[in-house]
């Protein structure tokens, strides 16, 4: 069974940064993909970024791109998501979800594990 523990929401204005981080047990964490999710009130649940973890291969959402960076530290057990220039349409809780070979990295029911999610609020 494999369990994963985010971490790194919280409360930043406009313009600001946070990393989120995607701590991952249980299992033989490098044989595994990676993603990230956001889910905002009264939307779907919407892909932002994955990673190969054995071959570091990144998959961005076009609406993140240059603006999120997802990298893992195998040494940590841990996947990140570096996010810049937040803006208020960022604001959502952010889950991270792993399986060992989604067929669609970018679709949520492709993941069979996932974490209990983080808040991310981005003031205006």
């Known amino acids: 069974q494999v369990q994963l523990v985010e971490s790194g929401g919280g409360l930043v204005q406009t313009g600001g940064s946070l990393r989120l981080s995607c701590t991952v047990s249980g299992h033989t964490f490098t044989h595994y993909y990676v993603g990230w999710f956001r889910q905002a009130p009264g939307k779907e649940r919407e892909f932002v970024a994955a990673?190969?973890?054995?071959?570091?291969?990144?998959y961005y959402a076009d609406s993140v791109k240059g603006q999120f960076t997802i990298s893992r530290a195998n040494s940590e057990a841990t996947v990140y998501l570096q996010m810049n220039n937040l803006k208020p349409d960022n604001t959502a809780v952010y889950y991270c979800?792993?399986?060992?070979?989604?067929?669609?990295?970018?679709?949520?029911?492709?993941?069979?594990?996932w974490g209990q999610g983080t808040q991310v609020t981005v003031s205006s």
């Open positions: 979800a792993a399986d060992v070979r989604p067929e669609d990295v970018s679709t949520s029911r492709a993941y069979d594990y």
């Open positions: 990673i190969n973890w054995s071959n570091g291969r990144t």
